[in-house]
Each structure stands twice: as structure tokens, then as C-alpha cells.
């Protein structure tokens, strides 16, 4: 691939230049000067300033074009109003450009034409650029720091990519004392052509990077943002994504029903769980997967069993708690071979079922005697080791025990040392050995669950497009004018079209005639492309027994709604078991997004919905259906039948096609699907459509 | 009051003896010994042992009767067959004791007996014995170490009440390094005599002590415990409670519907809500939660305003973020007065909304600046400081100028500095300085509204007991033989006696007599005490719409339970527009619990239901109602009327008196309760009765 080729050249540059090098301390140029030439990077560095001779006793040269060789990549740290030129004036001689200047797309209309001038530039002449207004990059395992931030991380098999350079310092600085260490650390700035999408895709062919952890603070093009990361977790890459911004982002506009249930938080949380990366909900919780991922690589499936080793009853017991309270993972049952095992070698007044209570007078041969029979005990997939610092424990030791059986199995082994100064060497030791030491029981558990739940249910499936039911309703769209969404007889041709089962309607507007032979009982209902909440509003009147309620509140509907255009519409009463709610959203970061839950007066109490990201298959409709909020449908709850997953499935799938392939419609509402668990077919008792 | 007293002798003692104390390295007897000696102490302290003469050079006593004086507090440490008598013996010299020694309850029935017989003992001769089988305790501000735990932590306004000797250490331990301090330790043990009622009930007379915290294992007199927690709430003091076994305990057994709904963890819950004591979810929340109790306090009423101040975008967002997904507190919208300052004395880049973005290259004087600006802006209750450690930021100097601005304001500011080795003297001086600095925002503002959102809704009511129905009652049940639960008959003249309002029924077991005039169209359904469940079990039939199926339906049911004593009855069907389901249990702990909630098929579900802890009053029930999970039946939702908030806290309250009435009533429960928001009057459909 290009772009990997590209990216090498970039991040492991065998030559390195910095355009605007300067000799004056505090100044970036000199900050970035000084991090380069003060690690171990043993490629070519040249500083280039055309007013200066000599930088940190260096030769300073004025341009690249003095150089004599070509440079693998070259750090701009102008003024802004001068990179333009600068990267013109070096682009033969350099291929790779990081931008540190500020003065762009973050200022006013002024800087962001000069960042369109840029990136049209970088197109044209087909080369990188990472920023502008970035903090740099580090690679750490060939000693390059190329950004302005101080110091050099250890090397590690995370990438961090971040949108932020401060968050970046922040996350490096704490790094070092919890030995974490990077493949390479990348401020990505404006991401003016480098966004995280071409990041993901490059760190995904990197050998040396595991895991790829994210700071963002948006994201565009969704849909090639899911691809590679999807790609990335199919290729065994494992991603964490801590995004800004979760509750602050203006919602849109509410025109219909799902609209209000579907924050883009929400669809972005559904995204990101879609190809199977990990959201950090806060800060420390990025700290902690990314900690985590460090040392998780052989992946548990399924539900994760934890045995549990203490010296102390009480921090045992809440462990148990944690374990029980979260979803992937559960406590061990043992073998029996460990339990009769652990009962001969035990005093008589330790526990050896789960959690192994080792008691308070616990010294190192009990630790080790009970972790080797859990690093034994095929019924355990996860060990958590707790200790108090009792004035008979032996702390030191039996941190040095775990460390030598953590290097000879591949048995997660966490560790938990409750406490503070009579601790602190053992923790520092285990996080300096690769023993993972959490304080915090549930801060290990919960990111050890959010690595084991992870599935990738992303599914790339070839969408016939069938180009008759486009032409279709291409037809009743063109027709349409002075008004943004359709009747309810259009919608019923449409929805026809693509097999979503509507409720039959007789059009009542103009009273009875000899083609309508209404049913009694029926509803009565206002039909005005104007009127979206026509229950709120009073447009629904039931139920009607005879023609002269009919006409009476035919009436009743038309003076309510006087507005251009009304029509009155009749539907038979149905039987109602269950009220779902479907609706379909365009959102401008993914593009097609399904809304599906549970309906009736409840919607928002209970908020019992999930998101369909594009692009779907009916088989990921059914996982999600099947795992989500909705599983009670199907999973039998209270001995009741279940109900039809392939219908339900079915008219999702439909109504995602509608969106996909008619890119006029923005929404589409389904309120409510009437869903049986006996031979009745689900039906639409009500059907918009916004253009 | 005595016990106050008492105690004080005991935790305070002017003289203490060690019985039991050991010149051998590494006994209990000695470590104690060592304990008490090698603090500030101040008292007399003498050593008994029979055997020995001197004692880490101490003169060595044969009893306590060989001593001048009296002594205020004797630790037992001789093993546990010998306590009694050593107490006997002493008794004439010392009233207070802590019983170290292991061998009683905790061990099999010969050590429960010794418990029995040590109790018994206390009781008698009216002395105070804490433990046995405990650690003992520490007071820091008189330098006693009065327990086998090596040290002594920092004074302080916090007392430690632990059920786990190794969890006291465990919290000592880490204590000291994020500069906690305790006005005492006390470890617990077996709980003989002294449990957490009598020391919470201490401390809450203890002007020293701010804050309680308390590790518990298991609860009993839930409430006395309760009763100690209130008035302590009451006297301002701040109780937190970690409790092991959250779902290790096991379930009772479940015979009706409200009981699966009820675990014995949510009820523990709902007991420390009703009285204003916080519950720690984990041994890390734990820790926060007393570190912020020792910072806080001027207590905030309502919602609290933040405030954010940072040097980098991102975590400002993040922070944001936080503040708006958790309930207690909110984002300040800052005085105009403040941003108008900040506009001029900041940067233009600058964002002067909240949360002040100071900007990368912040310096001390920003900070000083945004600082003084939030403590004097009204609209601010809580400061957030949020620092990346850049290469220009004084993190230092900033650390100490908000030393300096906090030890001068009332106001209460959070720090949160980023990263590692960059921030750790400034996180260590504010450690030592009284500043509250938190690793993560997000910890300590979900410590912070934990207490925030603390109301102590505790109302001790005078109930008055009406003698006349539970000798009604009394008559119904005493004849009542061979059978545990009620028939629908017998629960109806019960209901009707405490005005709960049960729908009509006709007994039909012999089909229609000239007493039935039964209404079409209607619901069948066995009525026998040993069918619970009846719907599960196929014994509800509907509709009914003419005699004839009704006497049809009526063999039917008949011959499918044909158990002794089945009988039919009739009800009319009934509109349903909310089902709720009441249910009442008699908590082995806490006494009589109602369970409200949503019924109807979604029950289990949704688990949409709140518990209601003895004693109970009409107003508490009601604020329950208006804040609990059926809230949403009374705030208007979608513009529905208000459901009846009246009749559905008299359906609970004369439920619970019920319950408080007839001590042979174990359960109760209506399935479902109709209720309505028009005129009509709620109904309860089904009510069951179990002895």
C-alpha cells in the first residue's frame, strides 16, 4: 500500500530536517531543535534557517536545496503565513511534512483559506502533511522525538493518536511511571489530510503496534473511520478511542419521534461498537485500558472466569462483588483437583473455594502454593491476586514469586496490593516486570470486561440496489413540492415497494363513497404533511363505532386542522401486544442510521432503544436484536412465545434500504410497529416520510 | 448519656493495661506491647503477664489486682479459653475492655458457647468489651496504638469502625500517603457487644470526629443501626458505609412476585438512603469518598455549580463531559462580572465560558487570575483545576498559589493535575496543604454529588396502632389451619379494614346462585392459598361473556386444580391503563420493606421499583413517589395528567401498617394495582396475603 510506504518514510525517517530551527531558548523551533539531538535517533539531522549559521553547535543550512542529500521528512515550524512557500520551495527535495505552525483552519476566515491553499497543495503535489497547529510526533524506538514536548516514552507496542497535544504530554508523562511504553506517540492537530482514519490504517500494518489508543475530539468521515478500524480488529490490533464532547455537541433538529432518542453520542458509542474498538468513557479510564491492553495479549472469549487469591476476607468478598456486578466476566467454580489440592496444603481455616482466602498470617509459600494451582486450574481464565500488607505478610517476596510465575505463563495474572507506603516496592517492582497492578479491582475487572466483550459484528455485505423501486419512488418525489415530507398514501406506496408491512387505510377525507367500505371499529386520523406529532396535537380520534361518529369526527378532524392540504384518514383498530418504534436518521458523520426499541407511552421513560450503523446485513440486525435492549422479545421471558425475529429483522433491513437508496429521504419514523408473538403479522400503524 | 461515657474511658483511657503481654518478638501480646509503647501515649501503661517479670524492660504485673490504680482500659490478649476468667478477675479494677484473643464465635460451637457465656458476662456486671476477636484500636490524638496494626496514622476527623482487621490496616497504610488523618481506629471483630449502632452513636457525640466510615460485613438490629445513622446525619456528621457480600448473600426464598424484586443488597440500599449515609460501591470508592469527606465542609445544597479552570481544551471537555452525566452537579454558567474581567485579563484566544480555557502556554498569573475570578463568582460552588504539565507550565508555582487561595476561601477547589513524574511534588504539597487533588476528575466529582445528593428522608412517625382491626384480623388468622396463604375472600375483608381498595369479586366454585349477579364481561380465576403464581399456572381465564362460558370456564379451572379447597371467583374486567405491582416483606434485618413499582408484563424487565424502609410516613412515602423510579407517573410526561399521588401513598401506607400490625403477616402483595389518571379510583386486581 501507498500510504504505508508514505507514513514509514514519515515516522521513521532516516533523514530528519527542522525548517525554522532556532537557537533561541523557550522558542519551539529550538524546543523541537533540542528534542531531536538529545535522544539516541542515529539518522541524519539537518536544521534549516536561512538566518542563522549555527544552531546547538550545528550547521545551519538556508534551505533544503543546500542539503546534499533528499530528507525523509521535514519539521515546518515557520510562521504560518510562510509554510505555504516553505513547503513549496523544499518539495523536491522532501515528500513528508509536519507541521507544527499554528495560524491555520483553528483561527479565523484568514487561516482557514491558507489551510485550503495547503491541503490543495499536499494533493496536488502528492505529499504527506501531519498537522498543521500540532505538537509533532515521537517514534520511540529509533530515539526520535520530533515534537515539542520534552523527554523520550519507553518503547511499547501502543501508537497513541491524539487530538490534543496537551492530553498527548499528559498521557506520556504518567505513562512513564506505570512502564507503559509507545510505538509512537502522533499529534494530529488540524488533520488537515492525516486524520485518524489514515493513522489507523498506517499503525495497522505496523508490526510493532498492538494497540492503537485514540484522543479525539470528532470525527468526519465516519464511514472510512469504521472501515480501518475494523480492519485493524480484524487484524488482532486493539483499538481504545476516548473521545471529547459526549454530552456537549448540539443535537439536531428533532423532526420525528427517533429523532429525540438518538443523540450522536449514542450513535458514535454504536459505531465504535460495531467494528469492535473500545470507548474510554473518561480519562483515567483511557489510562486503564490502554494499561490494560498492554498486557492482555492472549484474548479470553466469551466469559472470562476469575479466580480470586487473598490474604483478607473482606477485600476477597468485594472483589466477588465486582466480579458478579460486571458483565464478561464471572467468578470460577475451581476444579476439584485444586480445591482437594489446596485443602491438603492449606491450614485447616483457609477457604479454597473462590475466593482462596490464604488468611491474615498468609506468607509467601501459601501465595505461591495457591497461585500455581490457579495458574493450573483450566476453569480459570483470569487470576486476581489481592494483598493486605499484614505485619506478618511478606510483601516484597511474594511480589517477586508473582513475577517470576507471570513470565512463564501466558494466565493473565492481575494483581491488587491494598495500600500505601508498605506496598509501594512491590507495585513498583510488578509494574517494572510486567505484572499488571491495578489499585483499583474494579478499574482491572471493568477493563478487563471491556476487552472480552468486545465483538466485531461489522459486516461489509454487497448491497443490491434494485433500481425499479428507486425509479418508483423517485417518481413520487419529483412530484412533490412546497412541502418536506409525504402523505400517508404515498408512503404506503412506498412502503409497498419495499415489503414493510403497513396498516390498510381508507382516505376519508371528502366522507364515504362506494370504494371505501370501512370496518368497524377504526381509528380516525389527521394526514398532513405538516402535522408530525398528530397525537400530541389531538389529530387521532378512537374509537369510531358507525358512520355517524365517523362523520362527526371526520369533521371535528378537518376544523382542527384547517391547514392547506388536510386529509382525514381511517385505520382499523388493531390488537395491541407489543409497540415498537423504528425509525431511520441520515447523520452527517455515518451516514444511514437505524433507531430501533421499544414504542408505546414508555419510549422515553425507558429508553429501551439500539443503533444500526451502516452498513448492515440482516444478520447483524439479528445479533443486535437478539443481544440488545430488545432481547426480551425473543428470549422467552416469562415463559411467554417468543416473538418473529425475521420479520422484525426484515423491515429494518428494509427500511435501511429505503435510506440507502434514496438519498432524498433524511427520515423515516415507524410509530408504532405492532409486534405479535402469535400467527399475527406485525403491522405499521403509522409510517412518515421527510425528504 | 452512659454509653458516651463508657466509651470515652475506653477509646481515651488515662491508664491501660496489657494482659497478656508478651516478650517474645512476634506474638500478639507483644506487638501490642510495642504498640502501646512506642507512640506519644501518655497514660499509665502497665503490663500483666503471670509468667514474666519485665517486658521490654517494664516491670511486669501478675494481675490487675496487683496495681495501685484503677485502670480505665485493659486488652486482653491471653487465647481465648482463659478470657473469661481473666475478665472475671479484673473486673473490680477496669471496666472497659478489648478482647483481642481469637477462639469464639468465629470458630465452631465450643467458641460460640465461650461467646455466649462472655456476653452474658458483660452484660451482668455492666462492662464494656470490645471484640473479641478484633484488632483492637487507635487514637491518634492521644498517640495510643491500642491494637497488633504497626504505626499510627495522622490525627484526624474521620473514625475507621472495620469489621476486617486486615481492611483497617490496608486503609491506615494508604492513608498516610494521601495525608488522611483519623480521630480513631477502631476494628470491630465478632461485634459481641460493641457493633456499629453503639459506635456510631459514640462518635456522633464525638466533637472530633466529622466523619464515620464504616466496612461492615453484615448488619443486624438493622434498626438501631439505622436510628444511630439519623441522629448522626442529624448532628451533621457525614457517614459513609462500605459493605462486603453485595450479591454473595443469598437470596430467600421467593414466594411472590414483589419478593424477586426485593434482594437483600437493594434494601441494605435503600435503608442507608432513608437515613443519609452514603454507600461506597467499592474499596477504591471507599477511599475517595472519605478523602472528599475531609475537605467538605460547608455542605452544598441542591445542585452544584462547577466551575472548570484548565490549561488544555480537551480535558476541559472531557471535565464537561463529566459534570453533565452526573447527577448533583452542573456546569456554572459564570457571572457576567467574570467573564467581562476575564475578557480583558486573558488572552484573546482565551475562552472566558466555562470551563476557562487558559491555554497551553498558561502561566501562573492566568491561573491566579481564573482562580480568584471563580472563588468570588456566586454561580460557583465547586473549582475544578485542571493542569497538563507543558513545557512553559509553572506547575509548581501554581500549586502553590492555590495553597495559598484555598487555606483563604471557604469555597471548596479540586485539583486535577495530569501526568506523572511532572506533577508529582505539586500533588504532594497540595496533598500535605489541605488542597483536594484527585488522579481523576471523574472520581472526585462522583464523590462529591454522592454527598450533595444526600437528603435524609428518615421520619420517625407515632403510628398509631388500631386495635380494633388487628383483633379483626387476629380473628380471621387464628382459625386459619394447615395453610399459609389467604383466600381472595378472607384478603378482601383484610384489605377493606385498612381501606385498600380491592376489586369485587363473586365466589362461583358452586356456579351462580341467586347471590351472583355476575357483570359481563368478566375474568375467571382460581382462588387456592397453595397456587401463588396462578397466572403462570393457566388459572386465569378471559374473557367471559355469557353464563354459559362462564360455566364452562369455571369446570375448566376446576378440574386443573383440583387440589382440596380449590374455589372460583369472578371479577369484571377492568380497564387498564398503568399497572403497578406493592408488595410487602418482613427483611430479617430492617423489619417490615415495601416494594413499589411498575407491573405488568414489563416487570422484570424494567425493574422499575423502590423500596420503602420501616418506619414509614405518609410524607416520606410520597417523596419516594415523586423521586423514585415511578416519578414519571406524576411529572406530567408527554402532556398525560398526573396520576394520583394521594391514593397510591395511602394504598402503601395502609399496606405497611398492615404489616406493622400483624406480626404473623411475612408478605403481601397486590399484582397488579390499577391505576389511573382521570377520574377513575385505582383498584388492586389480585391481593395475596402469606402468614
Known amino acids: 500500500m501507498k500510504q504505508k510506504q508514505n507514513f514509514l518514510q514519515l515516522f521513521n525517517p532516516k533523514s530528519i530536517a527542522i525548517i525554522g530551527a532556532s537557537g533561541t531558548k523557550g522558542k519551539v523551533g529550538n524546543m523541537i531543535a533540542q528534542n531531536i539531538t538529545s535522544h539516541k535517533y542515529a539518522g541524519d539531522v539537518f536544521f534549516v534557517n536561512p538566518k542563522r549559521t549555527k544552531i546547538l553547535g550545528k550547521k545551519v543550512y538556508k534551505s533544503l536545496a543546500e542539503i546534499d542529500e533528499l530528507i525523509d521528512c521535514a519539521v515546518v515550524v515557520v510562521p504560518g503565513k510562510f509554510v505555504e512557500d516553505v513547503i513549496k520551495e523544499s518539495i523536491n527535495f522532501c515528500k513528508n511534512f509536519v507541521v507544527i505552525s499554528a495560524g491555520f483552519g483553528e483561527t479565523g476566515p484568514e487561516g482557514h483559506n491558507r489551510e485550503i491553499t495547503l491541503q490543495k497543495l499536499a494533493q496536488e503535489q502528492n505529499i504527506n502533511i501531519l498537522g498543521p497547529n500540532c505538537l509533532g510526533f515521537l517514534t520511540p524506538a529509533i530515539g526520535l522525538n520530533a515534537s515539542f514536548a520534552e523527554g523520550l516514552p519507553d518503547i511499547g507496542q501502543t501508537a497513541i493518536i491524539s487530538q490534543s497535544g496537551a492530553l498527548a504530554v499528559a498521557v506520556m508523562d504518567k505513562a512513564r511511571e506505570e512502564s507503559i511504553g509507545f510505538s509512537a506517540v502522533v499529534s494530529i492537530g488540524n488533520k488537515m489530510q492525516i486524520g485518524a482514519a489514515e493513522l489507523i490504517e498506517y499503525f495497522r500494518q505496523d508490526k510493532d503496534t498492538d494497540t492503537i489508543a485514540l484522543y479525539l475530539e470528532g470525527v468526519d468521515r465516519g464511514q472510512l473511520f469504521l472501515k480501518s478500524i475494523a480492519k485493524a480488529v480484524k487484524d488482532g490490533k486493539k483499538i481504545i478511542v ?59 472469549s466469551g466469559i472470562a472466569s476469575v479466580g480470586i487469591l487473598t490474604n483478607a476476607g473482606g477485600p476477597g468478598v468485594l472483589a466477588t462483588d465486582i466480579v458478579a456486578g460486571q458483565e464478561g466476566v464471572k467468578m470460577s467454580r475451581l476444579s476439584s483437583e485444586t480445591k482437594s489440592v489446596l485443602t491438603k496444603k492449606l491450614p485447616a481455616a483457609a477457604s479454597v473455594h473462590n475466593p482462596i482466602d ?18 493450573s486450574d483450566k476453569t480459570v481464565d483470569i487470576i486476581l491476586v489481592l494483598l493486605t500488607p499484614q505485619d506478618q505478610t511478606p510483601v516484597d517476596d511474594i511480589a517477586k514469586m508473582i513475577i517470576q510465575l507471570q513470565a512463564k505463563t501466558k494466565k493473565l495474572i492481575i494483581t491488587s496490593f491494598i495500600g500505601g507506603q508498605r506496598v509501594r516496592v512491590a507495585v513498583d517492582n510488578m509494574n517494572k516486570s510486567s505484572v499488571l497492578h491495578f489499585n483499583s479491582p474494579k478499574t482491572a475487572l471493568s477493563a478487563a470486561a471491556s476487552f472480552i466483550k468486545t465483538r466485531q459484528i461489522f459486516s461489509i455485505t454487497k448491497k443490491t440496489v434494485t433500481q425499479d423501486r428507486i425509479d418508483f419512488v423517485q417518481k413520487i418525489i419529483t412530484k412533490i413540492k412546497d412541502r418536506e415530507s409525504l402523505y400517508f398514501q404515498e408512503c404506503d406506496n412506498i412502503a409497498k415497494k419495499y415489503n414493510l408491512p403497513i396498516s390498510k387505510f381508507w382516505d376519508i377525507t371528502l366522507g364515504l ?101 451502516s452498513p448492515l446485513s440482516i444478520k447483524e440486525i439479528q445479533n443486535i436484536l437478539l443481544n440488545g435492549e430488545l432481547s426480551f422479545l425473543f428470549s422467552g421471558e416469562r415463559g411467554e412465545n417468543s416473538y418473529n425475529l425475521d420479520a422484525i429483522s426484515n423491515i429494518i433491513y428494509n427500511m435501511y434500504m429505503m435510506g440507502i437508496e434514496n438519498s432524498q429521504i433524511t427520515a423515516i419514523d415507524i410509530n408504532p410497529l405492532l409486534v405479535y408473538n402469535d400467527d399475527k403479522e406485525d403491522v405499521a400503524v403509522d409510517f412518515k416520510i421527510v425528504l
Open 242 to 300: 476516548l473521545k471529547a464532547g459526549k454530552t456537549g455537541e448540539a443535537q439536531e433538529a428533532i423532526a420525528l419521534h427517533t429523532g429525540s432518542l438518538a443523540g450522536s453520542d449514542d450513535i458514535f458509542s454504536a459505531a465504535l461498537e460495531k467494528v469492535g474498538a473500545i470507548r474510554a468513557e473518561s480519562m483515567s479510564d483511557f489510562f486503564a485500558l490502554i494499561r490494560f491492553a498492554q498486557y492482555y495479549k492472549n484474548p479470553i
Open 358 to 375: 490464604l488468611l491474615g498470617d498468609a506468607t509467601l509459600d501459601r501465595y505461591e502454593i495457591g497461585l500455581k494451582k490457579l495458574i
Open 513 to 613: 363513497d362506494a370504494k371505501n367500505h370501512v370496518k368497524y371499529p377504526c381509528v380516525i386520523k389527521v394526514d398532513n404533511p405538516n402535522v408530525l406529532h398528530k397525537t400530541d396535537r389531538g389529530g387521532v380520534i378512537l374509537p369510531i363505532n358507525n358512520l355517524r361518529e365517523l362523520d362527526k369526527a371526520r369533521k371535528i378532524l378537518l376544523e382542527r386542522f384547517e391547514e392547506n392540504g388536510t386529509r382525514i384518514i381511517a385505520q382499523p383498530m388493531l390488537k395491541i401486544k407489543t409497540e415498537l418504534i423504528i425509525g431511520l436518521k441520515r447523520d452527517p458523520v455515518f451516514g444511514v442510521v437505524i433507531v430501533a426499541g421499544l414504542g408505546g407511552i414508555y419510549t422515553e421513560i425507558f429508553k429501551k432503544v439500539n443503533f444500526y450503523i
